[in-house]
C-alpha cells in the first residue's frame, strides 16, 4: 500500500471511527458508476451488495464488472494467471446484486447511491432507505453536481450523511471527493475518509459546493467546447486533437462527454442553472440539448458526438 494512503488510514482510525470500520456496502443504481464503485469495493475486500431496478440492468453491471475485473487482474498480475483468475474469483465471489432495497440494505455499514442525476429520485430512494436501513448506516451519494445537504434533507440521519465522488472509470481514476455537509459528524467524516483509503483512492475534502471541486471545473470546459463546436469555430475532432496535444488531457472534451454521458452533463448544467441562472457558463446549450433528445447519449448510447459500435 502507498505511504501516503497508509497515512490516511492512520490519520482517520486514529479517531473513535477506527472501531467501527466500513466493511459491509450496498450500492444503489449500477450503472456506469455504480457498477465501477461495487467491483471496486468488491476488489478491495469489502462485502458488496449491488442492487438495481431490474434484472436486465443487473446483467449488464455484472458484465461489466467481469470484464473490468479482468483488466484491472491483467495489468496487476501482468505474468501471474493463476493469480490474476483468483484475485477476480475472489472479488466476484464478495459481490451479490439484489433488485429489493429493503433487503440489500440489511447488513450495510456504508450506502452508496449512484442513481440518475435527479434530485426528485434521489429523494424519493433516501427516504425510502432511512426508513429501512440501520441506524448505524452511513449515507452517501455518488452525485455530481447536486447539494448533498438538500438530498440529505428528506432524512433523519444527516449526522451520518456525505457525499462521496468517484470518477469515471472507477477502477482506474484515483480520486475520491469526500463531501462534508455542515451536518456531517466528525465521525461520519472520519470513516469516510479512512474507507476512501481503503478502496485504494487518494482523498481530498470538499465543502457542498456546486461541482464540489472536479466538475466546477471540468464541466464548464465541456460547456464551452460544445459552444465552440456550436459556433462552428472548429470541428469536434480538432477541438480534441488541440486539448489532448496542446495541454496534455489524456481526452479531448468530446471524447470525455461522450465518456461520461451527455445526458448526465446536461442533467448537471441543467440543475446548476436552476440555481443560479445568471451564470453564463451553466446557460443551457441548443446543440447539447439536441443531442440529449435524439438519444445521442454518447458510448453508452452508442453515438454522441462520435460513433461508436455497441
Ligand atoms: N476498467 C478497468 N481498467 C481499465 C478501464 C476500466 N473501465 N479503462 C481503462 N482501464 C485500464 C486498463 O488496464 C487498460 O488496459 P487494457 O485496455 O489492456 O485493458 C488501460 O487502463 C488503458 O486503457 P485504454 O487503452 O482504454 O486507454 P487510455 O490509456 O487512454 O486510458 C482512460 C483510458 C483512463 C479513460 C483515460 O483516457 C483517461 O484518463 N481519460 C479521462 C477520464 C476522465 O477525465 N474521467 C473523469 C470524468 S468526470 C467524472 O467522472 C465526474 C463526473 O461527475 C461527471
Ligand atoms: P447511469 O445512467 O449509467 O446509471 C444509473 C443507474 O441507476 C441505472 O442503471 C438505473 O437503472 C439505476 N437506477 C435508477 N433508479 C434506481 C433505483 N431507484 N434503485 C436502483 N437503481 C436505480 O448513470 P451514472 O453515469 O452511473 O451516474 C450515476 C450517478 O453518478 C449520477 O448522480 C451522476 O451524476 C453521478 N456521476 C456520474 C459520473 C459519470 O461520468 N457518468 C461520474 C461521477 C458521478
Known amino acids: 500500500m502507498a505511504t501516503s494512503r497508509i497515512l490516511v488510514l492512520k490519520k482517520h482510525m486514529s479517531s473513535k471511527a477506527a472501531s467501527t470500520m466500513i466493511k ?3 450500492v444503489i443504481g449500477g450503472g456506469l458508476m455504480g457498477s465501477g ?69 440489511k447488513s450495510a455499514d456504508l450506502i452508496i447511491e449512484a442513481i440518475v442525476e435527479n434530485l426528485e429520485a434521489k429523494h424519493k430512494l433516501f427516504s425510502n432507505l432511512d426508513a429501512v436501513a440501520p441506524s448505524h448506516t452511513i449515507f452517501a451519494s455518488n452525485t455530481s453536481s447536486l447539494s448533498i445537504e438538500e438530498i440529505a434533507s428528506v ?10 465522488h468517484f470518477f469515471n472509470p472507477v477502477p482506474v481514476m484515483k480520486l475520491l471527493e469526500v463531501v462534508r455537509i455542515p451536518q456531517t459528524s466528525d465521525d461520519t467524516y472520519h470513516r469516510m475518509m479512512a474507507w476512501g483509503a481503503a478502496m485504494g483512492k487518494t482523498t481530498i475534502t470538499c465543502k457542498d459546493t456546486p461541482g464540489f471541486v472536479v466538475n466546477r471545473l471540468l464541466v464548464p470546459n465541456l460547456a464551452e467546447a460544445v459552444r465552440m463546436l456550436e459556433r462552428g469555430d472548429a470541428t469536434a475532432r480538432d477541438i480534441d486533437t488541440a486539448m489532448k496535444l496542446g495541454a496534455s488531457h489524456p481526452m479531448g472534451p468530446f471524447e470525455l462527454a461522450d465518456y461520461v454521458g451527455n445526458d448526465t452533463t446536461k442533467f448537471i448544467l441543467d440543475g446548476w442553472h436552476k440555481r443560479f441562472p445568471d451564470v453564463e457558463l451553466f446557460k443551457p446549450i441548443p446543440l447539447l440539448t439536441k443531442m440529449v433528445e435524439e438519444g445521442k447519449l454518447g458510448i453508452k448510447s452508442g453515438e454522441g458526438f462520435y460513433k461508436y459500435n455497441k
Not at 470484464?67 to 465471489?93: G, I, Y
Not at 432524512?155 to 462521496?164: E, I, P
Request: net charge positive; with cysteine; hydrophobic share 35%.
Open 24 to 26: 459491509n456496502v450496498t
Open 37 to 105: 464503485i461495487a467491483q471496486v469495493a468488491a476488489q478491495t475486500g469489502h462485502q458488496v451488495v449491488l442492487c438495481e431496478v431490474s434484472d436486465q440492468a443487473l446483467q449488464k453491471s455484472r458484465s461489466s464488472i467481469q470484464t473490468s475485473l479482468q483488466r484491472v487482474a491483467k495489468k496487476q498480475f501482468k505474468d501471474k494467471p493463476a493469480e490474476a483468475e483468483k484475485f477476480v474469483n475472489d472479488s466476484l465471489a464478495r459481490l451479490n446484486t439484489s433488485l429489493n432495497v429493503e433487503e440489500s440494505v
Open 155 to 164: 432524512t433523519k440521519r444527516q449526522d451520518r450523511f456525505g457525499g462521496l
